[in-house]
């Protein structure tokens, strides 16, 4: 069992709050395709809307904490040494396609005794699949798939020690933004030398899907803080190494995982 703390169930309490207007506006975007306007503002308002929700009930439950937010931005508490970072609704392109894989994504990140701060918790939850992936610093990381039952189970990564047998996922550069010559020789370089790449357009799922052994790593670049916080703790916490590809801090937004052996595999490949 996870042992999980009070601070995890209030983040999981809330992500469950927000994911109910999620599924009822999810169950909406089928029939909005076929408007002229189309559903993208209605997506919009359903991001808005879950970040709202998240942010009141975080709120309600730790007064004082600052949060980092998809939406809203930066926003200062009067705690200083605890700031939650939020995505209320990552894979919004998957969401307005009516494609169900997204998720929402919550992290807290601590000051403790005057060190910098670091990600010590991260959930990411489907509320399609009520799939909920979760991690502690130094408890480990855990799947609650409500829909099968079974309480939480343990997160074991991939033991793949082949390159030609594994499984990447990545993000793929669109609408102009930079970096595609680059990516298509990333593409190219692990593509010709592995078993495939999948990109499903949730970063946060991808990491969770990594730390559960669907995959056997991840890599992109671009992402945000939000896209990737709780993704990365629960991909430490079940044993996957993680870094940056650029050599910052990976919560920039070039990030890289995998187990052990592969992981300077798939780093030569993609840097």
């Known amino acids: 069992m996870s042992g999980m703390s009070a601070i995890m169930g209030v983040m999981q309490a809330a992500a469950r709050k927000a994911s109910r207007n999620l599924l009822r506006d999810f169950g909406e975007v089928e029939t909005l395709q076929v408007s002229r306007k189309g559903p993208a503002d209605f997506v919009s308002r359903a991001d808005r809307k879950a970040e709202r929700t998240i942010h009141e009930e975080l709120s309600r439950a730790r007064p004082g904490y600052g949060f980092l937010m998809e939406e809203a931005g930066a926003i200062e508490g009067t705690d200083k040494s605890h700031r939650f970072i939020v995505d209320p609704l990552d894979g919004t392109t998957n969401f307005l396609h009516g494609i169900p894989h997204f998720s ?3 992290a807290l990140e601590r000051e403790i005794d005057g060190d910098p701060r670091e990600l010590v918790a991260g959930m990411v939850y489907n509320p399609v ?3 909920m992936w979760f991690a502690e610093k130094g408890r480990g990381a855990y799947i609650n798939d409500g829909t ?7 997160l074991r990564p991939s033991g793949r020690t082949d390159f030609a047998d594994c499984i990447f996922a990545t993000g793929v550069p669109f609408k102009g933004r930079p970096g595609h010559a680059k990516f298509l020789k990333e593409l190219h370089q692990v593509m010709g030398t592995s078993a495939g790449v999948r990109r499903f357009g949730a970063a946060s799922l991808d990491l969770a899907w990594a730390a559960a052994g669907r995959y056997d790593g991840f890599w992109e670049r671009g992402l945000t803080p ?14 996957l190494q993680v870094e940056s590809l650029s050599g910052g ?8 995982c995998a187990n052990e052996t592969i992981f300077p595999l798939l780093k030569e490949r993609v840097t």
């Open 104 to 106: 929402i994504s919550i």
């Open 129 to 131: 699949t009520d799939d």
């Open 148 to 154: 099968r039952g079974g309480g939480d189970r343990r």
């Open 226 to 239: 939000w896209d990737v916080a709780a993704g990365i703790v629960i991909a430490r916490e079940a044993g």
């Open 249 to 256: 801090d990976p919560l920039d937004g070039d990030i890289i």
